[in-house]
């Protein structure tokens, strides 16, 4: 059984319908926490909150101008959503490298902005950034994206450092490339831009850096952020933890 150390806590995980952030509330719900799906998809949101028996809040987080005055409680801050684009810089649409950064990047720091008051009053608090091993390497094609979670990893170790004296951590998750629509959406552009069937991109570019050959599992991501959000992880801060199957050893 789930030792339900999350009792009373309050936790918003951000792209919370599917994937990650799916198995993320999941994993929280069975802690004991009360869980806020935020999520663009409402339809979605609204399945995934009962499913957990947490509520729905529907939000574009692109929009950050609505982001900046926004008024939020919670004890626990999951910066999952996230987009990709696959495309060579020459020809990267700037539209699109905004849309990124903005969705990854600005809307986090703004949803942490808005929950640290009260994270300081209570004096607790956790912020865990689900970032890529793309927060510590590059692969061609993923400018935006890149940028975005090297960012995200800044921010974290700020986050960190300012948060630490009121009982507030953050830290990030590093996973690899993970079973869920996000990695599924892009073997059609990573085909193209790479000249191969699409039938080859998992095992010719998703895992050529890996040493263990398989996708990494929603669960084990969610069974890490479990962890960081509980009492036992209250000394770990500033970090960022790799689940890449050894790419990052390289």
Aim: proline share 4%; net charge negative.
């Amino acid at each position: 059984m789930v030792e339900q150390d999350l009792e009373g806590r309050r936790a918003i995980v951000t792209g919370g319908a599917s994937g990650i952030g799916l198995a993320c509330a999941e994993e929280f719900a069975a802690r004991g926490a009360h869980v806020v799906i935020a999520d663009v998809d409402a339809a979605a949101a609204e399945a995934a909150a009962e499913r957990v028996g947490g509520e729905a809040w529907t939000v574009d987080l692109s929009d950050t101008a609505a982001l900046e005055s926004v008024t939020l409680q919670a004890d626990i801050l999951v910066n999952n959503a996230g987009i990709q684009r696959v495309s060579p810089i020459v020809d990267y649409d700037p539209e699109a490298f905004r849309l990124i950064q903005r969705i990854m990047l600005e809307a986090p720091f703004l949803l942490i902005r808005a929950l640290l008051p009260g994270m300081y009053e209570r004096e607790w608090g956790r912020i865990i950034n689900i970032s890529s091993v793309h927060g510590l390497r590059a692969s061609p094609f993923k400018s935006a994206y890149v940028a975005a979670k090297h960012g995200l990893e800044g921010l974290s170790k700020v986050t960190a450092l300012e948060g630490g004296p009121y009982g507030v951590t953050s830290n990030c998750i590093n996973p690899g490339y993970v079973l869920t629509p996000l990695v599924e959406k892009q073997i059609a552009d990573q085909a193209r831009v790479h000249g191969i069937p699409e039938s080859e991109v998992v095992e010719t570019v998703m895992l050529t850096e890996s040493a263990i050959k398989r996708l990494v599992e929603p669960a084990e991501v969610a069974s890490l952020a479990g962890w960081l959000a509980s009492p036992h992880a209250g000394m770990v801060t500033g970090a960022s933890y790799t689940m890449d199957g050894g790419w990052s050893a390289r």
